[in-house]
C-alpha cells in the first residue's frame, strides 16, 4: 500500500522547488500569484533566478531543497517550478533523500524522473500536474479540478479521451513525460510498468520524433505487459488534422496487437487545460466504439 499525503487546506504553505532549468520572469511571478489563487502560499527556494548552465542549480543544491521542504512542518506540499532539463541529474543522488512523511508533490515534464523515482522506491503517491513557473502562469490549467484533486473534496477521478484501441483493463497507474521515460530505458532508473496502466504525454515533439520515443518504447519491451496506455494531447506536435490522424492510424495498427485499451488526447502535463491526475493509484480504462474513459482513485487521504 503506498503512502498517501494528506490533503491540502488553504493557508498552507507550498515549496516551490527547481530541479531543471532555470526560472524566468514574467513566468515566475505570474505563477507564484497563480499559486495565491489557488489559496495557498508559495515559499520559494534560494535564489530562484539562479542559473547553472542550463540549469537553475546543481544536482546536490536541487537535492538539498527538496530535503529542506520534505523536512519543514510548516510546508504542506512541494509543486515543481518549471521542467525543460536536468533533473535527471538528481536521480543518482536520490538515494540519500529522506522522506519522514508523506506530502503532496506535484510536477510534471522534465520532473516526472522524481515523481517516478518517489512512486517506485519510496511507495508514495504523487501527483502529475502543470508546474508553477509553466501552465500555472500561463493558466493553462483546470482551477476547479486542481483544487478537487489536492483538497479531497471529491472521492474519484474520471477523464475522457479518444479511443485508439478498444477494452477494459485495471491497474496502479503511472506514467509521465514520453521523452524521459524513453530516456530511462536501459538504466537502473527505468520506472515499472508490468500489470499497470501507463500515462505518456509530451509537448513540441514533430510526429517523426514522436513515432521514434514510442518505437523505442515498444522494442525496449515496455508496452508488453501494460493493462492499458492513455496518451495525452500532444501539443504543438502536429501541424495539421490530417497529420494527426495519420500518425494516430500508423500508431493504431501497431498498438492493436497488444489488445489492451489505449486512449489518445487526455487533458494531463503540456494539455491547453491540464488537470492533475495522482499516480500510483488504482485505476480503470475502458475504451470502447470513439471514446473512452480513464477513472482513478483519488490520491490524498481522506
Known amino acids: 500500500m503506498r503512502r498517501r499525503p494528506d490533503p491540502l487546506v488553504p493557508g498552507d504553505a507550498v515549496g516551490v522547488f527547481l530541479p531543471a ?32 548552465d542550463f ?33 535527471n541529474y538528481l536521480l543518482p543522488l536520490l538515494r540519500g533523500l529522506r522522506v519522514e512523511r508523506p506530502k503532496v508533490v506535484v ?4 520532473v516526472s524522473v522524481l515523481l517516478w523515482h518517489l512512486l517506485e522506491r519510496r511507495d508514495l503517491v504523487v501527483f502529475y500536474g502543470p508546474m508553477v513557473y509553466g501552465g500555472l502562469a500561463a493558466g493553462e490549467y483546470d482551477r476547479e479540478q486542481a483544487l478537487a484533486a489536492l483538497t479531497a473534496n471529491r472521492p474519484a477521478h474520471e477523464f475522457t479521451g479518444e479511443a485508439l484501441c478498444p477494452g477494459r483493463g ?10 524521459n521515460f524513453a530516456s530511462l530505458a536501459g538504466t537502473p532508473h527505468m520506472p515499472r510498468v508490468k500489470g499497470r496502466i501507463l500515462l505518456l504525454e509530451d509537448v513540441n515533439e514533430r510526429p517523426y520524433r514522436l513515432d521514434r520515443l514510442l518505437w523505442q518504447c515498444e522494442q525496449a519491451g515496455a508496452f508488453r505487459a501494460l493493462r492499458g ?12 488534422v490530417g497529420e494527426r ?17 489505449v486512449l489518445f488526447g487526455l487533458p494531463f502535463g503540456h494539455a491547453a487545460c491540464a488537470q492533475i491526475v495522482p499516480l500510483g493509484v488504482d485505476a480503470e480504462i475502458e475504451a470502447d466504439g470513439e471514446r473512452g474513459t480513464l ?3 483519488i490520491g490524498v487521504k481522506w
Open 21 to 52: 532549468s532555470p526560472a524566468r520572469e514574467p513566468f515566475r511571478g505570474q505563477g507564484l500569484q497563480a499559486l495565491r489563487d489557488l489559496g495557498f502560499r508559495p515559499r520559494e527556494v534560494r535564489d530562484p533566478l539562479s542559473a547553472e
Open 55 to 87: 540549469r537553475s542549480r546543481s544536482p546536490e543544491a536541487a537535492l538539498a531543497d527538496l530535503q529542506g521542504f520534505l523536512a519543514d512542518p510548516e510546508v504542506k506540499g512541494l509543486w515543481a517550478g518549471r521542467g525543460g532539463y536536468g533533473s
Open 107 to 110: 510536477a510534471s515534464s522534465d
Open 170 to 179: 485495471r491497474g496502479i497507474l503511472t506514467g509521465g513525460c514520453l521523452s
Open 229 to 240: 496506455l492513455v496518451l495525452g494531447e500532444f501539443p504543438r506536435c502536429f501541424r495539421d
Open 245 to 261: 490522424e495519420a500518425f494516430l492510424g500508423r500508431w493504431r495498427q501497431r498498438l492493436a496487437g497488444l489488445r489492451i485499451p
Open 295 to 297: 477513472r482513478c482513485d
